[in-house]
Nanobody
Framework: QVQLVESGGGLVQPGGSLRLSCAASRFTLDYYAIGWFRQAPGKEREGVSCISSSGASTYYADSVKGRVTISRDNAKNTVYLQVNSLKPEDTAVYYC????????????????WGQGTQVTVSS
């Protein structure tokens, strides 16, 4: 069974940083684009970032541009999301998702999802 597992979330003060990880098991990420999405209570799921299967293309939501870096290490079968200068409005459950080859802005285009990791930004 294909599985994605997120980790790295937690409670952080405003201005702090986190590195979220998305690790795959039972399949290789080499041919999959990985998207990061987030969902805050009472809000719709929002795309944060995406990296194509080759790593050649990356995308960032305007709300995080300049603060977030997505990267992948296919040897470790893991994708990372570095989030800096965290703001209270970044508080949400962060999910990673996989689809073949290319990124999509639409979360319905992704085939596999992790269980999510909570990020809380608060003083």
């Amino acid at each position: 069974q294909v599985q994605l597992v997120e980790s790295g979330g937690g409670l952080v003060q405003p201005g702090g940083s986190l590195r979220l990880s998305c690790a795959a098991s039972r399949f290789t990420l080499d041919y999959y684009a990985i998207g990061w999405f987030r969902q805050a209570p009472g809000k719709e799921r929002e795309g944060v970032s995406c990296i194509s299967s080759s790593g050649a293309s990356t995308y960032y939501a305007d709300s995080v541009k300049g603060r977030v870096t997505i990267s992948r290490d296919n040897a470790k079968n893991t994708v990372y999301l570095q989030v800096n200068s965290l703001k209270p409005e970044d508080t949400a459950v962060y999910y990673c998702a996989a689809r073949r080859l290319l990124c999509s802005h639409y979360y319905t285009d992704y085939n596999y999802w992790g269980q999510g990791t909570q990020v809380t930004v608060s003083s």
